[in-house]
């Protein structure tokens, strides 16, 4: 297990580098990004050459990634174009976003594993045509369309929630953006449990649980369930990163000072310090969120063992 | 029926969790009481920039400038005259050396006497190259500038020679050539006077910004939130008429409109453009739509040969007649935008040089005379054009499409027109710098002061910051230069007003529409206005 899990440590250097050097790439190839920071008037040739000095944009490409992988590593990523450290805005953003993607984690597994687990044990029934046809109807609409009707619904017409989220975005106003920022994930996670569970239903080691007198909620947790989570789990896994990088839309719509606006504002503004610092964390999310999964498979099943 | 149980469970929980939030979201909306104390929330965006006076160039850190600092001048909210505001007065014979004396008895509201020092300090810091000022070219008049500024090398001075303070209150500047309105500059954010905290603790006035407005910064989150209150000893006529003024930043204007008219948001002052249509029905009287100082243009690439001929101008002159203005506003800016039929704007008032219809004939939508004159031209270059902008922002592509359509209408050839997004305005700025546009592209300027000149020498003067179609005419730069030389005002314009003449027989730019700014309020607020640039007169602002 040890060596497993240092040897997937290590297979995150290359992924980490490779995918930093992208994305420094990509926010390269838009342009000179001074050119924006003096309005609709050109930046006099003194103060463009000056600023571009300040945030090292002056030095070839390869050295300015150079510089910036180094100074990653002593903990310094850089400032963004409005003088605040882009560590700073990590510090602010961050929390928020890990908030929201914990409330849309925990309603992925609380309604999303639920309704999977009902539905699959009544396959063809009219909950689970019901159910089914719910979650179709959730995957083909947009998020941002979800998002808008539930602002507008809930926060103008009924008066039941803000139709912001404040700039402190505590835990509580972060439920209903959460639910939305869930919503499609939530379905999929639904189908998946469903599926697994109805396959499962019919297998060998069900029937001898029943057969041995165990009751039913047992049999169902322990022995129908842990066996049929893991294509969920690995859903989950992956999706902690996809959702906190996913964000944007949903922050836009509830004001959510987090991850998606500061990338956000970071691309428009054409901030490589900002970005790609951001992104450079969101990767590292996404490879421990993998890591995790592929650790929880040996508790599920005992017999996936690392050597 | 266990299943049964869970789902009852499943929803029980749902249903706690709504009422959880709807009484978080209660307690969103702004309180407070009304009166003088009472306090309004405003939405904001998240200023580009560092909040320094000279290195702040757009609306949202020019916002907070203007409730924290008074400069020299202020221009009035209605008629956008520049008036005497810390000045006592500003003396000169020549248009080129000014005496200015300070008024006594203001302070910054740190208890810092404001002196003939504070001002001068805060010019040299502006100008001076190594401090990276965005703004450092306002102080490019002023003698001495190229010593601190220099357009290559390091500078070999570290104040601008052209300002001496001669006492305690009283200083002189000498520009480095006549600028007979150079005075009425001063009440740009920029000449605002800085404390002597500022250059000690650099960092630390950034982090809670001190001025000498009538408002003082209590709490700032960047990015999220900065809470202003009342100054109560502000020594200025125009004192807060409200406690306070809380800015929210906002990831969206479309969320800070629906937080409006949801009561949990006092003010937003730019109405997003899908908006328009419902705001004067959600809002009634509580929308406001005034004329700003912001023109829209089509700019034309002259570096390029074939935009650069004498039959080039006729198909310039050609396509501004090709634009049907009046229903672009009225259908796709819902009569946010006026149509222009001139170079610069309505605020300025005939006594400032705006004067309607001097673009005559060839900002009237005639297809026929257009068709005859872009033909006459030689056709467009190339046999089409390309009309860039930056789509990340505004509602550019919807108008600049509709351009094309009315132009394509107009030739009779549906392919003699097409849009061309550019991704990101810093991309679009910078192809534009590198003189690399394909065609005409949108040049939209908003005003730094409220005067003539600044709707001309920036945009049409050789060489000049924001020409950037490097329109060039000897002629147009001889009058601007006679204009600013000449010490009696109403010759001033004059002369800047043949220099326009100039611009319109060359159509150097397309006049497409004057903006308005648009903004919403709360019924609990009154007295609200927005001032020449777009901004609410938040000083005036009465909360019920």
Redesign the interface.
């Known amino acids: 297990m040890g060596r497993y899990v240092i040897r997937r440590l290590l297979q995150m250097i290359p992924v980490f580098i490779g995918a930093t050097l992208l994305i420094f790439l990509m926010v390269n190839v838009m342009g000179d990004p001074i050119a924006g920071l003096c309005g609709e008037r050109q930046c006099d040739p003194a103060t463009a050459a000056q600023l571009r000095h300040e945030f090292g944009l002056d030095k070839p490409v390869w050295q300015q990634y150079a510089i910036y992988m180094g100074n990653v590593f002593t903990g310094d990523f850089g400032t963004a174009f409005n003088g605040q450290e882009v560590t700073e805005l990590m510090g602010t953003a961050f929390p928020v976003t890990i908030r929201l993607t914990i409330v849309a984690i925990v309603f992925e597994i609380i309604i999303g594993i639920t309704l999977g687990v009902l539905t699959g044990l009544r396959r063809g029934r009219p909950a689970d045509s019901g159910v089914l046809l719910l979650t179709l109807v959730v995957i083909s609409v947009p998020t941002f369309v979800t998002g808008l009707i539930v602002q507008l619904l809930f926060g103008v017409k009924w008066d039941l929630i803000s139709p912001s989220v404040s700039s402190a975005a505590p835990l509580d106003e972060l439920i209903v953006p959460g639910l939305v920022l869930a919503s499609v994930s939530l379905a999929y996670v639904t189908r998946l449990t469903r599926t697994s569970i109805a396959e499962n239903t019919r297998s060998d080691y069900v029937r001898t649980a029943v057969a041995k007198g165990l009751p039913r909620h047992r049999v169902i947790t322990r022995h129908l369930l842990r066996n049929s989570l893991i294509p969920v789990v690995t859903f989950i896994g992956t999706d902690i990163g996809a959702l906190m990088g996913g964000a944007i839309v949903t922050e836009r719509i509830f004001n959510i000072h987090g991850v998606g606006f500061q990338l956000y504002q970071g691309i428009l503004r054409q901030n490589t310090q900002t970005v790609v610092g951001f992104v450079t964390i969101l990767v590292i999310i996404f490879l421990l969120a993998n890591l995790l999964v592929d650790l929880l498979y040996a508790v599920l099943d005992p017999r996936i063992r690392y050597a | 029926m266990?299943?049964a149980t869970?789902?009852k469970w499943?929803a029980g929980?749902?249903a706690v969790?709504?009422t959880?939030?709807?009484?978080?979201?209660?307690g969103?909306?702004s309180g407070g009481s009304g009166g003088s104390s009472g306090v309004l929330s405003s939405s904001w965006g998240?200023?580009?920039?560092?909040l320094e006076p000279s290195n702040t160039?757009?609306v949202q850190g020019g916002k907070v400038l203007d409730m924290v600092f008074r400069g020299l001048k202020r221009y009035n909210p209605k008629t956008a005259k520049a008036e005497n505001m810390l000045a006592q007065k500003i003396d000169t014979k020549d248009s080129t050396n000014f005496t200015i004396t300070v008024k006594n008895g203001w302070t910054f509201s740190n208890g810092e006497k404001v002196t003939a020092k504070s001002f001068v300090d805060a010019w040299n810091y502006g100008a001076n190259?190594?401090n990276?000022?965005?703004n450092?070219?306002f102080f490019g008049q002023i003698d001495g500038y190229t010593a601190v500024?220099?357009?290559?090398g390091s500078p070999t001075a570290t104040t601008l020679s052209g300002l001496k303070v001669t006492g305690p209150q009283t200083f002189t500047v000498k520009l480095s050539q006549k600028f007979s309105t150079w005075p009425d500059t001063l009440g740009y954010a920029a000449f605002a006077p800085l404390p002597t905290a500022f250059f000690k603790d650099h960092a630390g006035w950034?982090a809670k910004p001190v001025g000498n407005g009538p408002y003082t910064i209590d709490s700032y989150?960047?990015?999220?939130?900065m809470s202003l209150r009342k100054w109560d000893n502000y020594p200025g006529p125009d004192k807060a008429q409200n406690g306070g003024v809380d800015l929210?930043?906002?990831?969206?204007n479309n969320?800070?409109y629906?937080?409006l008219?949801?009561g949990?948001?006092d003010l937003v002052d730019d109405v997003p453009a899908s908006q328009l249509k419902n705001a004067p029905a959600d809002l009634g009287s509580r929308y406001i739509n005034t004329p700003a100082g912001i023109i829209q243009t089509l700019a034309f690439p002259f570096y390029d040969e074939a935009w650069n001929t004498p039959d080039a101008q006729k198909v310039r002159t050609g396509l501004s007649m090709a634009i049907n203005r009046k229903q672009i506003t009225e259908t796709i800016f819902q009569k946010t935008r006026t149509p222009a039929t001139d170079w610069t704007s309505p605020v300025l008032g005939t006594s400032g040089g705006f004067q309607a219809g001097l673009c005559g004939k060839a900002c009237d939508f005639d297809p026929a005379a257009a068709k005859k004159m872009i033909n006459d031209g030689g056709g467009l270059p190339g046999g089409r054009i390309q009309l860039s902008y930056n789509a990340?922002?505004g509602s550019h592509k919807d108008w600049i499409d509709a351009v094309c359509n009315s132009i394509n209408n107009t030739l009779g050839n549906d392919r003699a027109c097409v849009g061309r997004p550019i991704?990101?305005?810093?991309?679009?700025?910078?192809?534009?710098?590198q003189q690399k546009m394909p065609g005409p592209f949108r040049?939209?300027?908003?005003m730094d002061y409220p005067l003539i000149q600044n709707f001309l020498q920036?945009l049409y003067f050789t060489n000049a910051?924001?020409n950037?179609g490097k329109f060039t005419n000897a002629e147009f730069d001889k009058l601007v230069n006679e204009a600013n030389a000449e010490s009696d005002q109403p010759t001033a314009i004059k002369k800047f007003q043949q220099a326009e003449g100039v611009v319109r027989d060359n159509m150097a730019a397309i006049p497409l529409w004057y903006q308005n700014g648009s903004a919403g309020y709360s019924e609990r607020l009154s007295n609200v206005k927005l001032n020449p640039f777009s901004v609410p007169v938040y000083n005036e602002i009465k909360v019920n």
């Open positions: 266990r299943g869970h789902a499943a929980a749902l969790a709504l959880a939030t709807a009484c978080g979201g209660g969103g909306g998240d200023p580009q920039n560092p160039n757009e190259l190594r990276n000022q965005r450092a070219y500024h220099p357009d290559s950034l989150t960047k990015g999220s939130q929210k930043v906002y990831t969206d969320t800070a629906t937080d008219t949801a949990n948001l990340d922002t991704g990101t305005f810093a991309d679009f700025r910078s192809q534009i710098t040049a939209g300027w908003q920036p910051s924001s950037d």
